[in-house]
């Protein structure tokens, strides 16, 4: 099986959680990727933790290595909750369903776009539509995720929505 070389990792700007995950919180997000069904969650190479402001979180089609950082985690800042961006919001679930949901599944179909602003919003309407276990809130945030990415590029999502691997899991 063929992958790209790139890693697919969250673009936070600095606004997403930045302290050291919790034993607590590991074992949540273990016990959620355990949860997602995936066919081939046991071929899954590794799972690296980074709690480093340095590296993202990040699915790596070329490894098959999911690394989970700090940032996985969504910004707190209730002070600015409703002017924060779609991607500042994502859950902790949300965002690893990003990764394996959106990326890594699309990659093991080998239906990973070339262009990233795609990729990134591929990922997300998958997370969205698939990923099981996320409440009606998570979805719609990880489609407005995927619409504020397109719309910066100023490309509508029914201008490409037939190049998307969006229809099925």
Do not use: C
Not at 156 to 169: C, P
């Amino acid at each position: 099986m063929e992958y790209q070389k790139k890693s697919y990792q969250v673009d936070t700007g600095g606004l997403r959680g930045e302290l050291p995950l919790t034993d607590f919180q590991k074992q949540q997000i273990e016990e959620y990727i355990s949860s997602l069904s995936l066919d081939n969650l046991k071929d899954l190479e590794i799972i690296r933790w980074v709690d480093d402001r340095q590296l993202n979180t990040a699915y790596s089609p070329g490894f098959d290595l999911l690394q989970i950082g700090s940032d996985v985690m969504p910004a707190n800042r209730s002070d600015r909750q409703g002017t924060l961006s779609a991607n500042t919001r994502i859950t902790w679930k949300g965002s690893i369903a990003h990764e394996l949901v959106g990326h890594r599944e699309a990659a093991l179909a080998q239906k990973t776009q070339l262009q990233p602003i795609l990729e990134e919003a591929q990922a997300s309407i998958r997370a969205a539509r698939f990923a099981p276990l996320l409440t009606s809130t998570e979805r719609y945030t990880l489609l407005r995720d995927a619409i504020a990415r397109l719309h910066k590029a100023g490309i509508k999502v029914r201008q490409i929505k037939y190049l998307l691997h969006i229809n099925h899991r």
